[in-house]
């Protein structure tokens, strides 16, 4: 069983004086990379690591494949924190969530990510409590207010606080809005809600430091880095294929064979 050290470490880098920046991995290489680069935790993406595992996001990855994941990324990012989104925990059965989670406790994982898929906020609190009666892990709660558009203006911020006080009076010890890129209402839910506020990284969001004084503990990439990552292999191979340049698929951009290789090489 995973030792309470490593999930209140987790804890503890989302009450410092700076934001959190997770570069979300779909892999264990893209957690390796991001490792390598400094990161203070290591977060996953649900669809880029359902992707990476030949399966669609949204809670239809098998849970052995997700656990199989698991066990590759750990063995790669040493004593870093590592956090997983579970999405909805693949089942509306609370007590088969929490058997997920503490399964994936047991391989070394301080934090997880549960959504609400923008439905009532009964069955999230029944499985966050159910998670944190059975095991030690920062559960960081999603709110798809935002992200479904279930609200807008100061409704959507007032439903956002109702949910947030009720995942946190569950167990939560984060709140994720994706979604959310106004800093007034950041401002005012982090100030309702008492546990740290974690949004989605967007083009035109504020920089980290304004993202800090609006409130806002955490700054996550989400899919964004596994699509980038993609989308540049997606666009050499189809030149490559239509034209047979030889010159697309080596740049300056790629990896270096041997030091990428040696990301890999310990026990």
């Not at 609006?214 to 666009?235: I, K």
């Amino acid at each position: 069983m995973q030792t309470q050290s490593a999930a209140a470490a987790f804890r503890a880098l989302h009450h410092g004086d700076e934001v959190l920046l997770l570069p979300n991995a779909w892999d264990a290489a893209s957690a390796a990379i991001f490792r390598q680069l400094g990161a203070r935790a290591i977060a996953t993406t649900s669809a880029g690591l359902a992707w990476a595992c030949g399966f669609a996001d949204g809670d239809v990855l098998p849970r052995e494949d997700l656990l199989a994941a698991v066990r590759r990324i750990r063995r790669v990012i040493g004593d870093l924190p590592l956090s997983i989104d579970v999405e909805g925990g693949y089942s509306d059965d609370p007590q088969a969530v929490a058997e997920l989670i503490e399964r994936l406790v047991d391989l070394g994982v301080a934090g997880i990510n549960i959504e609400d898929g923008g439905r009532d906020t009964s069955l999230l609190a029944t499985k966050i409590e159910a998670i944190v009666q059975r095991c030690d892990v920062f559960v960081n709660a999603r709110c798809d207010v935002y992200l479904r558009e279930l609200a807008a203006g100061d409704d959507a911020v007032r439903e956002t606080i109702a949910r947030g006080k009720r995942y946190a009076q569950a167990g939560a010890g984060g709140l994720f809005v994706p979604g959310l890129d106004d800093t007034q209402a950041m401002a005012a839910i982090a100030r309702d809600v008492t546990i740290p506020l974690g949004v989605f990284a967007v083009p035109g969001l504020p920089a980290a430091s304004e993202l800090f004084a609006a409130g806002v503990r955490r700054l996550s990439a989400g899919e964004s880095l596994a699509a980038l990552a993609y989308g540049a292999a997606r666009e050499a191979a189809e030149a490559f294929l239509r034209d047979g340049d030889s010159a697309v698929v080596r740049t300056a951009r790629n990896l270096d064979y041997g030091p990428t290789n040696a990301l890999f090489s310990g026990d």
